[in-house]
């Protein structure tokens, strides 16, 4: 019966196609791809962390669009000699720069699984959509979220934000604000979270129409958690004043310094006033994994949704970005838009409503889940939060690394996995940065240790040792440690320790000139 329905192609000509006039070539490239690519993570210690872009190089890639076909072992040469070896570097276990994680061979592997199946999951009955709400189903249970809840994969968590605070604002305001836009009581709405939220919440809601300044940011601790007093007053003085308070995103895990607000008492206040409580939990969330970690999380349960990344802890290779919405009806609400091309069954291959695409702003979706499944699936939720234990553990061990150097400082506590610290740069007589000095020459002293701190960091990530990135705290920039990689071991942060003294010392002693060749790994991939 199959057979005979099966189909005669009307080409004459293979070359019509773009698939390959024979097969066994590209498997035997496939294969080569593969073999190098295992390699090359295997491998990847031996490489620098990071490398500059010659420019050579880059003018490769400012050429015209080809016209003509390539062979494609020829363009896999180019890749090979021109794009790996230019990577972030964040599958490198020196990489502590921002907050990647580290990918996976298997992710990797499941990765070209996907691409093979070309899956669209937007919508329609197949396997691939079952897969995504198997992985709904797992974080409903990690968070102790109820049955109703849904979830959607997306890019990262700057969207699941976004699409939070749409979430939100339609339950808010009602299903008129997706045909009118943000008037009347719309321009009332005010949303709140901790001056050390990342950036892409305030992004978020102006995105949403309702303006970045509609955002309150209320003041930290001393441990950068959100002052949870001041929130409720803030939320009161709006309220008094005609304002509509509808959302507070607490932060699990800043993006700074990796400080958990206190997601029981913002929790509660949101019950009790009535507002939508958002968690982004970007890396921090699946801290939930580690039995160490997740009494951290402690009210994270009762979020009316939650932001995260697979790609950050989760080392599900880039990009694995989540939201979890406990009331599945108010997220279909918020995106759900008939369609006569998009139109339901029963059966058949449009049958499976509700569709993704119910749920977000993509119609068109890659499958993310797949990777993600194959990383769960593998390791298991224990070896997981083990190894999300260890990179805290391995912060742990910089902290008191850079406890016991005098020339260091810490400039945050060390909540997760996020180590923020200065190399005690000396001025011209050997002073060092410290406490004592004069007042008045005090700023200049602070820019100088700025410029050296800043200067040691790019001269770490050139030597290709490791990759620690920047950020300001208390108006200084501080050297930022994030341990994300699964890789990562005491030596990288002994490397990192060792590189920050010999390039603070010579960097303060005098600049560029002083600077010698700190051994850096071979180049090539
Ligand atoms: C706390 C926090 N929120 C949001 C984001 C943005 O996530 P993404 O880069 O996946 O969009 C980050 C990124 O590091 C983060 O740390």
Not at 58 to 63: D, K, V
Not at 317 to 323: E, N, Q, S, T
Not at 339 to 347: D, F, G, N, Q, S
Not at 497 to 525: I, T, W
Request: a negative charge; charged letters at 20%.
């Amino acid at each position: 019966m199959t057979k005979a329905l099966r189909a005669t192609p009307l080409r004459t000509e293979a070359s019509e196609t773009l698939d390959p006039q024979d097969w066994n070539e590209i498997r035997a490239l496939g294969h080569r791809m593969v073999d190098d690519m295992i390699d090359y993570v295997a491998t990847i210690r031996e490489r620098p962390v990071w490398q500059p872009i010659p420019e050579t190089v880059r003018a490769r890639f400012r050429e015209a669009l080809p016209q003509g076909p390539s062979d494609p072992s020829e363009v896999y040469r180019e890749f090979s000699d021109f794009i790996a070896p230019y990577a972030t570097g964040n599958v490198h276990p020196g990489f502590m720069g921002w907050v990647h994680g580290g990918g996976s061979a298997v992710g990797m592997l499941a990765d070209m699984l996907a691409a093979g199946l070309n899956a669209n999951l937007g919508g329609r009955d197949h396997m691939p959509i079952e897969v995504e709400r198997q992985i709904v189903e797992w974080m409903r249970e990690l968070f102790g979220f109820p049955s109703g809840a849904s979830g959607i994969f997306v890019t990262g968590t700057s969207m699941a934000n976004l699409m939070a605070v749409l979430v939100a604002r339609t339950s808010a305001l009602g299903g008129e604000v997706r045909r009118c836009g943000v008037v009347g009581e719309g321009a009332l709405l005010r949303a709140y979270t901790s001056k050390a939220a990342h950036g892409c919440i305030a992004k978020a809601m102006d995105i949403a129409g309702l303006g970045s300044e509609a955002l309150r940011c209320i003041g930290v601790d001393r441990s950068h958690r959100i002052d949870v007093a001041a929130l409720r007053d803030q939320i009161l003085l709006d309220r008094n004043a005609g304002l509509k308070p509808f959302l507070v995103v607490a932060s699990a895990g800043t993006v700074d310094i990796g400080a958990i607000d206190d997601l029981a008492a913002v929790g509660a206040l949101c019950r009790e006033l009535g507002l939508w409580f958002h968690v982004d939990g970007a890396f921090g969330a699946l801290a939930m994994l580690a039995p160490v970690l997740a009494p951290r999380l402690a009210g994270i349960e009762n979020a009316c949704s939650i932001a995260l990344d697979f790609h950050k802890w989760g080392q599900v290779p880039y990009d694995a970005g989540f939201l979890l919405v406990r009331d599945g009806e108010r997220h279909r609400a918020a995106f759900a838009a008939p369609a006569a091309y998009l139109r339901r069954e029963t059966r058949g291959l449009a049958a499976g409503s509700p569709w993704p695409c119910d749920l977000g702003p993509d119609l068109s979706r890659g499958f993310r889940a797949l990777k993600t499944w194959f990383t769960l699936k593998t390791f298991g939720a224990e070896k997981l939060g083990a190894m999300i234990a260890r990179t805290c553990a391995l912060a742990s061990y910089l902290e008191a690394r850079i406890l016991a150097e005098p020339r260091l400082e810490l400039v945050a506590p060390v909540n997760l996995n996020i180590v923020c610290f200065r190399y005690r740069a000396c001025d011209a007589n050997g002073r060092a940065d410290d406490a004592n000095g004069r007042a008045d020459d005090a700023n200049g002293r602070a820019d100088d240790a700025d410029r050296v701190n800043g200067d040691i960091v790019i001269d770490i990530q050139e030597s290709g040792i490791a990759a620690p990135s920047t950020t300001i705290l208390n108006g200084e920039l501080a050297i930022r440690a994030a341990i994300v990689n699964h890789r990562t071991d005491t030596c990288d942060i002994d490397a990192l320790v060792a590189a920050v003294l010999e390039f603070g010392a010579q960097r303060s002693a005098g600049g560029d000139d002083a600077l010698m060749a700190v051994e850096a790994p071979p180049l090539a991939m």
